[in-house]
């Protein structure tokens, strides 16, 4: 069993920064609830835009609200033409984190939050059209490609493989796109929700809040991670490669991405749901190296250190072998996190007092000023 955590000092952990009626994250028998739902139970049994609306509006929806709700989303995925044109100035060789951020800055000035009564309708326009900023920047600059970023798909995630591929998407893939969305959907005070709130907390609009946890979850400690996993992964050619070369990252004290956290002590919930998708995407394309590498690297990280896949590592090879390119990987994260900081924001607007903490002073005593001539 993992030790626990000294939960004080650095990196506030262990501190109550606040309430939130949203989720729970490692409390005894629920690794992870959203508004009282076991994740697993919404990954085995619910659409994302389910999940979406339970976060947004509050209660599930009835099937009626829920097409209503998936009707209006479509009806709102394409890009303005402006924000198209700022896309294609964005070079090829940008971060699509940075892609990101800045599709999500520039709506904010071609359709402005002017009120908070405007917040939910802001959502779900951010939540319809992120895809689009994603897959129409990577195809205009990849492939030349000015894309249709509307499509007839049924689900958000479907929507993305589309644009991302330019054909209808399998049942499997829009199946896993599904579940992978709901497990990224929301996680309590993680680094970029609690930059969200901060920024929400001075009364800011919603477009700098997503704008600001999006710089905070490219980072690869949090949802970078990813990506970052990937590209360990397939640097091995078999699980005996990946064993001895996780042994000498370990000994020259590396950190190994996808794996740890900042609350869960034993496991993340979300990795067994996850993983076990992978493992069928695997059998799908007949994998017989990525799959057993993870699966070498996971086991190498429990024996050595008690240390477990988080969220992002299965994603990893999952992602891959939907034929996503590595660098979408984070942005993907983003579509869906959208719903969990943006229902963190309205949290915070409802109760609101600005988010401002102390500092303990470790400087130089208080000293005598000199002149820039006596110096
Ligand atoms: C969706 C998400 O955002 S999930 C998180 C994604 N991030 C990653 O996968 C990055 C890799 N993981 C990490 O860097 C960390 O585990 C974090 C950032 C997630 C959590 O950080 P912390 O809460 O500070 O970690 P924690 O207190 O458990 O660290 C305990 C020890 O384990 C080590 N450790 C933790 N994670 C790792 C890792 N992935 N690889 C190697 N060592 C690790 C730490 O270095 C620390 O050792 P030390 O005491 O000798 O310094
Ligand atoms: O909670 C965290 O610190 C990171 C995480 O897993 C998430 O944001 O999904």
């Given at each position: 069993?993992?030790?626990?955590?000294?939960?004080?000092?650095?990196?506030?952990?262990?501190?109550?920064?606040?309430?939130?009626?949203?989720?729970?994250?490692?409390?005894?028998?629920?690794?992870?609830?959203?508004?009282?739902?076991?994740?697993?139970?919404?990954?085995?049994?619910?659409?994302?835009?389910?999940?979406?609306?339970?976060?947004?509006?509050?209660?599930?929806?009835?099937?009626?609200?829920?097409?209503?709700?998936?009707?209006?989303?479509?009806?709102?995925?394409?890009?303005?033409?402006?924000?198209?044109?700022?896309?294609?100035?964005?070079?090829?060789?940008?971060?699509?984190?940075?892609?990101?951020?800045?599709?999500?800055?520039?709506?904010?000035?071609?359709?402005?939050?002017?009120?908070?009564?405007?917040?939910?309708?802001?959502?779900?326009?951010?939540?319809?059209?992120?895809?689009?900023?994603?897959?129409?920047?990577?195809?205009?600059?990849?492939?030349?490609?000015?894309?249709?970023?509307?499509?007839?798909?049924?689900?958000?995630?479907?929507?993305?493989?589309?644009?991302?591929?330019?054909?209808?998407?399998?049942?499997?893939?829009?199946?896993?796109?599904?579940?992978?969305?709901?497990?990224?959907?929301?996680?309590?005070?993680?680094?970029?929700?609690?930059?969200?709130?901060?920024?929400?907390?001075?009364?800011?609009?919603?477009?700098?809040?997503?704008?600001?946890?999006?710089?905070?979850?490219?980072?690869?400690?949090?949802?970078?991670?990813?990506?970052?996993?990937?590209?360990?992964?397939?640097?091995?050619?078999?699980?005996?490669?990946?064993?001895?070369?996780?042994?000498?990252?370990?000994?020259?004290?590396?950190k190994i991405m996808g794996f740890g956290h900042?609350?869960?002590?034993?496991?993340?919930?979300?990795?067994?749901?996850?993983?076990?998708?992978?493992?069928?995407?695997?059998?799908?394309?007949?994998?017989?190296?990525?799959?057993?590498?993870?699966?070498?690297?996971?086991?190498?990280?429990?024996?050595?250190?008690?240390?477990?896949?988080?969220?992002?590592?299965?994603?990893?090879?999952?992602?891959?072998?939907?034929?996503?390119?590595?660098?979408?990987?984070?942005?993907?994260?983003?579509?869906?996190?959208?719903?969990?900081?943006?229902?963190?924001?309205?949290?915070?607007?409802?109760?609101?007092?600005?988010?401002?903490?102390?500092?303990?002073?470790?400087?130089?005593?208080?000293?005598?000023?000199?002149?820039?001539?006596?110096?």
């Amino acid at each position: 069993m993992a030790e626990a955590k000294v939960l004080s000092g650095a990196g506030l952990r262990g501190q109550v920064a606040g309430q939130t009626a949203l989720s729970t994250v490692g409390q005894a028998g629920a690794g992870l609830t959203y508004r009282g739902y076991d994740v697993r139970d919404l990954a085995a049994g619910a659409e994302f835009e389910e999940v979406a609306y339970l976060l947004l509006y509050g209660e599930l929806p009835s099937k009626a609200e829920l097409a209503d709700y998936k009707r209006k989303l479509k009806g709102l995925r394409d890009l303005p033409q402006a924000l198209k044109e700022v896309l294609e100035r964005i070079p090829r060789d940008a971060h699509p984190m940075d892609v990101m951020r800045t599709g999500c800055s520039v709506l904010g000035t071609l359709e402005p939050e002017l009120t908070f009564d405007a917040q939910r309708e802001k959502t779900d326009r951010l939540l319809a059209l992120f895809p689009a900023v994603m897959c129409y920047w990577y195809r205009f600059t990849h492939h030349g490609v000015r894309i249709d970023c509307t499509s007839d798909e049924d689900t958000l995630g479907g929507h993305f493989l589309h644009l991302l591929h330019g054909k209808k998407p399998s049942a499997l893939h829009v199946k896993v796109m599904n579940v992978s969305l709901i497990l990224y959907a929301e996680h309590e005070f993680n680094a970029s929700t609690f930059t969200a709130r901060v920024c929400a907390s001075t009364l800011s609009d919603l477009y700098s809040c997503v704008t600001a946890a999006i710089g905070s979850l490219r980072g690869p400690l949090h949802g970078g991670a990813n990506e970052a996993a990937m590209e360990l992964i397939e640097r091995f050619q078999t699980p005996q490669e990946a064993t001895a070369e996780l042994l000498r990252m370990l000994e020259r004290k590396d950190k190994i991405m996808g794996f740890g956290h900042a609350i869960y002590k034993e496991s993340d919930p979300r990795n067994e749901v996850i993983k076990g998708w992978a493992k069928q995407l695997a059998d799908e394309v007949g994998d017989k190296v990525l799959y057993p590498v993870s699966e070498a690297i996971d086991k190498t990280m429990w024996e050595q250190k008690r240390l477990f896949p988080n969220a992002d590592f299965y994603h990893a090879s999952a992602y891959h072998f939907m034929g996503i390119p590595t660098k979408l990987f984070t942005p993907i994260f983003v579509c869906s996190r959208l719903t969990g900081w943006a229902a963190h924001v309205f949290e915070q607007r409802a109760n609101n007092r600005i988010i401002r903490p102390s500092a303990e002073y470790v400087g130089v005593e208080q000293r005598q000023f000199v002149p820039i001539e006596q110096r």
